[in-house]
């Protein structure tokens, strides 16, 4: 994800500060994108779209005690506080170039609404009574992104869905993020049972994975490279965790199989475990939501995906002696050895074998990943490391939340809960942000982002041992209807 603006580094994220050449002006012959900002709409339709917004039945506070229980009222203090923070607060009303109710990260730089980070969001909100619409409209915006898009772009990229869709006047991003869009839509259908949504939802997804693999599994052996059809290396590195040490000689080059006179540099020529990851848990929720929709033929093509990606992680990116899975370069399959966060990722979508899983926990409890807070975005013993950098040692809620959940799956639990209790401790004692000092637990970043709202979804998955928090058993809310 990228950094927010600091002298010294460009940021996606700064709210005008990037203004990114289109496609077309890199290229001699015809442009491939015209992108002179998001897509015009009407001044005064937007006007209407806030006063529907500000009538309709928007997220109101919520009082924790109505919807949880917990014998330490710190736990609840602290689940109030991403309620208020990090979920209802980052609703905002239409703005151009989205028709509806869309999710802002938090600060100042974060305008747009991200792939990532919104997942994170519409998960927790989905326990809340009665926002159904509300998060059936937060991923309209995402289709809406893909029809703008398929208008003005060759097959091969359509279907695409950017990063983050920027708020007017910033331009469109033309390379996307970590693609978890299917496990969001599942989470959420896993507590309020919206069938709507699966209708809405599952074509489009089916759409966007298949641009996933067709172009960034490159070579055809399930690994996934990063790319941006701008040409840009650091806007490819924006398609993951952005400033990982595993990508540090990581080029853009040419498709290595599509040849013509108007292909650019658009394909980095690394694949990372992170993504490649991140797409085989998407497809695990988007076969899973098309067997209860009935789709069996969808089912049975994204089980097909999985396969492909399981067996290219295992046979390319699996390393007995890191005990982890690593990068590798596209085309020769070099593993990089480095091991970062994302190589942590495959737990959390069920890639490694067991004795992988065993192999991969005994290396997380060590010492070179077992920091004062964990886990570290990079190994500890990396000369690179350092305990505040921004993905070179830090330490993220979402990532632990993540890692954790793979770990308990595969049933290293105590693990799990060592990770999900000394995250919480250190929320509660230095507050909710968006990353933190990996050795003295300082909260850097953006206060109350909203990826943070994991620090209360790591409890409710009963991740944690120490801190403990559960639905009420009186509570209406979140109850599929």
């Known amino acids: 994800m990228p950094a927010k603006a600091r002298p010294g580094l460009s940021n996606d994220r700064a709210a005008g500060t990037i203004r990114m050449k289109p ?18 709409v009407a001044g005064g339709a937007f006007a209407g779209l806030l006063d529907d917004w500000t009538n309709a039945a928007e997220p109101t506070a919520v009082d924790v005690r109505n919807l949880f229980e917990s014998d330490n009222p710190e736990v609840l203090a602290l689940a109030q506080r991403v ?6 607060e980052k609703l905002r009303p239409p703005v151009e170039p989205m028709l509806h109710t869309w999710v802002q990260p938090g600060g100042p730089y974060y305008n747009g609404q991200w ?23 937060i991923f309209q915006n995402y289709w809406d992104f893909q029809d703008r898009w398929n208008k003005k772009i060759p097959d091969y990229a359509r279907d ?22 299917a496990w969001g839509v599942e989470r959420v259908y896993q507590r309020n049972g919206d069938q709507e949504l699966l209708k809405q939802c599952l074509g489009r997804l089916e759409r966007f994975h298949d641009w996933y693999w067709r172009e960034r599994d490159l070579l055809g052996n399930g690994l996934i490279t990063l790319g941006a059809y701008t040409g840009k290396l650091q806007h490819a590195k924006w398609e993951t965790f952005d400033y990982e040490c595993n990508m540090d000689g990581m080029t853009m080059t040419v498709h290595p199989k599509r040849k013509g006179p108007n292909e650019g540099a658009w394909y980095a020529d690394i694949c990372v475990p992170g993504n490649t990851a991140y797409l085989i848990l998407g497809e695990r929720s988007l076969a899973r939501l098309a067997d209860i929709a009935g789709d069996k033929e969808m089912a049975a093509r994204r089980t097909l995906r999985i396969e492909k990606g399981v067996k290219g992680m ?61 886990v570290p975005t990079v ?16 330490v993220w809620p979402p990532t632990n939340y993540q890692i954790a959940s793979g770990l308990a799956a595969y049933g290293h639990k105590d693990l799990a809960a060592d990770i999900c209790d000394k995250t919480i401790a250190n929320a509660i004692k230095n507050g909710i942000s968006e990353h933190y000092d990996s050795v003295t637990g300082k909260a850097l970043g953006v206060p109350d982002y909203c990826m943070s709202s994991t620090l209360v979804t790591m409890m409710l998955d009963g991740l944690a041992k120490d801190y403990r928090l559960k639905l009420r058993r009186d509570s209406r809310e979140g109850q599929k209807r």
């Open 23 to 40: 496609l077309g002006e890199t290229m001699k012959r015809r442009a491939f994108f015209k992108v002179a900002g998001t897509a015009a």
């Open 160 to 181: 695409m869905i950017t990063v983050a869709i920027k708020t007017a006047p910033q331009e469109e991003r033309q390379f996307s993020q970590i693609p978890i869009l």
């Open 379 to 394: 190994d500890r013993t990396d000369k690179r490391w350092k305990s505040d950098a921004f993905w070179r040692g830090d």
């Open 314 to 374: 295992r046979d390319h990116m699996w390393d007995k002696a890191a005990g982890t899975f690593l990068s590798v370069k596209r085309d020769t399959l070099e593993k990089i050895p480095v091991a970062t966060i994302g190589s942590w990722i495959p737990l959390a979508a069920r890639v490694p074998t067991e004795a992988m899983a065993r192999r991969m926990a005994q290396v997380l409890a060590s010492p070179a990943w077992m920091t004062p807070l964990p």
């Open 83 to 88: 309620f208020d923070k990090c979920i209802l």
């Open 115 to 137: 792939i990532w980070d919104t997942m994170l969001v519409v998960d927790p909100l989905s326990i809340l009574s009665g926002q159904q619409q509300v998060i059936r409209d």
